[in-house]
Antibody, heavy 120, light 110 residues
């Protein structure tokens, strides 16, 4: 059974930093692109970033470029999102989502999410 | 990276069929057959119900179907059931090797 468990969310002040983690199990982590997707309270879903199997390619939504960094540790079956210079509009539930072998694949598996609140 | 356009809400009675549209551009929906649809019930993570425009993952009811014409994709739910009441999101792969989602559609089963 595929499991994706996010952690690291919490309350942070504007301008602060936070690092999210996603522990993956139940599948061969090194075979898949991985993604972060977020959902602001009461709002729609927004794709944030993705990373290739070997970490050699990373892509971001424009609103987080230069502030967020996606990474992965294949030895630990883990995905990360380093978030710097956080803004109120970054407040959201952040989901870790498994992609497919190709970047164009959909997201068949999701974690339950971790809430990030940016507020003073 | 503008969001795809979906109607904010749709409704239907049990047993009826409804269709949700998802409009993008030639750089996303119109340019690739990589449109997905997700169902989200309150408090839960999104669940994949359609991928690659019209394919269904194992275990998803055949009452859900997808299609695409030009820059617009569509999700049709036939034989509407109470459990179908949820939010639905479309998403598309883009020419920037990124993904874009629609704003979401709230389905109400009357």
């Amino acid at each position: 059974e595929v499991q994706l468990v996010e952690s690291g969310g919490g309350l942070v002040q504007p301008g602060g930093s936070l690092r999210l983690s996603c522990a993956a199990s139940g599948f061969t982590f090194t075979n898949y692109w991985m993604n972060w997707v977020r959902q602001a309270p009461g709002k729609g879903v927004e794709w944030v970033a993705n990373i290739k199997q070997d970490g050699s390619e990373k892509y971001y939504v424009d609103s987080v470029k230069g502030r967020f960094t996606i990474s992965r540790d294949n030895a630990k079956n883990s995905l990360y999102l380093q978030m710097n210079s956080l803004r109120a509009e970054d407040t959201a539930v952040y989901y870790c989502a498994r992609g497919e072998y190709d970047a164009s694949g959909s997201f068949p598996d999701w974690g339950q999410g971790t809430l990030v609140t940016v507020s003073s | 990276q503008s969001a795809l356009t979906q109607p904010a809400s749709v409704s239907g009675s049990p047993g009826q069929s409804i269709t949700i549209s998802c409009t993008g551009t030639s750089s996303d929906v119109g340019g690739y057959n990589y449109v997905s649809w997700y169902q989200q019930h309150p408090g839960n993570a999104p669940k994949l119900i359609i991928y690659d425009v019209s394919s269904r993952p194992s275990g998803v009811s055949n009452r859900f179907s997808g299609s695409k014409s030009g820059n617009t994709a569509s999700l049709t739910i036939s034989g509407l059931q109470a459990e179908d009441e949820a939010d639905y999101y479309c998403s598309s792969y883009t020419s920037s090797i990124t993904w874009v989602f629609g704003g979401g559609t709230r389905l109400t089963v009357l």
